[in-house]
C-alpha cells in the first residue's frame, strides 16, 4: 500500500511494527525537510478547526505534507483537533471561548457540585461532537491514501474529572468522598469507551493505522494517555484514583506513547511504567526546566523497560543514544536533517553497528 505523500509506506509500517514489538534493533528515525523547490508550508495548529472553516484547515494540512519529504520511518499525519478539553465538553461542560491575537483559546467551567448525584454521559448530540465528527469526515474525504490521520487519546481519567469538578474541590473530595471519586471515574470510563467505539468506527484504523500528534505510527488505535492531574497528588491517590482508570483506558489502544508531563510527576514513574502495554515514554520537563540534566530520569525509564522519545543532532548521538538507553529495545529518535543524504546517514551508521 502507497500513500501519496509516502511511497515507500508498506516500508515503514513493517519497521513500525517491529518496534513496538521491541525487534526493529535500531530507533525509529523520525526525519522531514522541506521538498526541493518547493515553499515549506506549516501544519495548522492544534485547535484551529474550532474557529476555521474545517475545508480551509485540512487543505493546509494537505499543502504541509505536499511541500515536504518524510523520510527513513517518518509516516505523513496529522490529527483533527478542536480544543484541549474537548472530552470534558463532550460530557455536559460549557466551553469558554477565549480570543487571542493569535486565534481561540479553550477552558470549560467545572459544572459537577456533587459527586454523590452525579450522572456523566458521553452527550452523542452535543454541538463540539458534531462538530467534530463533521470535521473527521472532512479528512476522510480529501486525506484518505494520501495522509495518515488520527489518534485515540481524549482526555484522561483525573484530568477529566479535574476539569468538570475543579482541581480543589476534587482534591478534598480524595479525603471527604473517596467513593464518590471512584463513582465518577466509573462513569467517565463508560463514556470513554463509548466514544473510543467511535473513533474506531470513524477513522478506520485498520485500514492505514493511526499516528499521533508527535508522529508516532502504528497499525490500530494509537494514542497519547496522560494524567497531568498527578503533577499535585502524592503517590498513594495516584495509585489508587488514577492508576485503576488508566490501566482501562490504555486497555482499548494498540499502541501507547505516555505523556510524562513535569517534574511533579516523576514521582508516579514507576507506577505508570508498571502498565505492560506502555511502549515509549514522551518526558516533558515543563517550562524552565528544558536545560536541566535529565540523564537519571532517561536511566531510570529505560531500566524500567521503556523505550524513550529523545533527539540527536548527528548519527554519531545517535548510536551513542541507543546503546545507552536501548533496554527495551524500544527508542524514537527526532534528527536534525537538511537533505536527503543527511537522513539516510542517520540509517547508514545503524546499519554499521549491526
Given at each position: 500500500m502507497e500513500l501519496e505523500f509516502k511511497k515507500d509506506f508498506d516500508?515503514?509500517?513493517?519497521?513500525?511494527?517491529?518496534?513496538?514489538?521491541?525487534?526493529?534493533?535500531?530507533?525509529?528515525?523520525?526525519?522531514?525537510?522541506?521538498?526541493p523547490g518547493k515553499d515549506p508550508v506549516s501544519p495548522p495548529k492544534f485547535g484551529e478547526a474550532l474557529y476555521r472553516n474545517h475545508?480551509?484547515?485540512?487543505?493546509?494540512?494537505?499543502?504541509?505534507?505536499?511541500?515536504h519529504e518524510f523520510l527513513?520511518?517518518?509516516?505523513?499525519?496529522?490529527?483533527?483537533?478542536?480544543?484541549?478539553?474537548?472530552?470534558?465538553a463532550i460530557l455536559g461542560a460549557e466551553v469558554i471561548e477565549i480570543h487571542e491575537?493569535?486565534?481561540?483559546?479553550?477552558?470549560?467551567?467545572?459544572?459537577?457540585?456533587?459527586?454523590?448525584?452525579?450522572?456523566?454521559?458521553?452527550?452523542?448530540d452535543s454541538k463540539w461532537w458534531e462538530q467534530w465528527v463533521a470535521l473527521c469526515e472532512c479528512f476522510k474525504r480529501k486525506c484518505a491514501g494520501r495522509i495518515v490521520f488520527g489518534e485515540a487519546s481524549l482526555g484522561y481519567n483525573l484530568d477529566t474529572l479535574g476539569a468538570i469538578r475543579g482541581t480543589t474541590e476534587l482534591m478534598m473530595d480524595f479525603y471527604d468522598n473517596?467513593?464518590?471519586v471512584h463513582n465518577a471515574m466509573r462513569q467517565i470510563l463508560g463514556a470513554y469507551n463509548e466514544v473510543i467505539d467511535e473513533y474506531i468506527r470513524i477513522f478506520e484504523f485498520e485500514k492505514y493505522g493511526g499516528v499521533t500528534r508527535h508522529g508516532f505510527y502504528a497499525d490500530g488505535l494509537v494514542g497519547v494517555p496522560q494524567c497531568d492531574f498527578g503533577f499535585s497528588i502524592g503517590k498513594e491517590h495516584f495509585d489508587e484514583f488514577a492508576l485503576p482508570y488508566l490501566k482501562k483506558e490504555i486497555e482499548r489502544l494498540d499502541a501507547v506513547e505516555y505523556h510524562l508531563d513535569g517534574p511533579g510527576n516523576i514521582i508516579h514513574a514507576e507506577s505508570i511504567c508498571s502498565i505492560d502495554k506502555i511502549g515509549v515514554v514522551q518526558w516533558v520537563a515543563g517550562a524552565g526546566n528544558?536545560?536541566?540534566?535529565?540523564?537519571?530520569?532517561?536511566?531510570?525509564?529505560?531500566?524500567?523497560?521503556?523505550?524513550?522519545?529523545?533527539?540527536?543532532?548527528?548519527?554519531?548521538?545517535?548510536?551513542?543514544?541507543?546503546?545507552?538507553?536501548?533496554?527495551?529495545g524500544r527508542?524514537?529518535?527526532?534528527?536534525?536533517?537538511e537533505t536527503r543524504d543527511d537522513a539516510l546517514r542517520y540509517l547508514d551508521a545503524f546499519e554499521a553497528i549491526r
Open positions: 516500508e515503514a509500517r513493517k519497521n513500525w511494527g517491529l518496534f513496538w514489538k521491541g525487534k526493529l534493533n535500531r530507533p525509529i528515525i523520525l526525519a522531514i525537510i522541506p521538498k475545508e480551509d484547515v485540512v487543505d493546509q494540512a494537505l499543502r504541509w505534507a505536499e511541500s527513513c520511518d517518518m509516516v505523513p499525519g496529522f490529527t483533527p483537533s478542536l480544543m484541549v478539553s474537548f472530552f470534558p491575537a493569535w486565534g481561540v483559546d479553550t477552558a470549560v467551567s467545572p459544572f459537577v457540585k456533587d459527586l454523590g448525584n452525579v450522572n456523566l454521559k458521553f452527550r452523542r473517596p467513593e464518590g528544558e536545560k536541566k540534566d535529565w540523564t537519571w530520569l532517561y536511566e531510570k525509564i529505560n531500566a524500567l523497560g521503556k523505550g524513550l522519545w529523545l533527539g540527536a543532532a548527528s548519527p554519531e548521538e545517535a548510536v551513542s543514544l541507543w546503546k545507552k538507553y536501548a533496554n527495551s527508542m524514537i529518535l527526532g534528527v536534525h536533517a
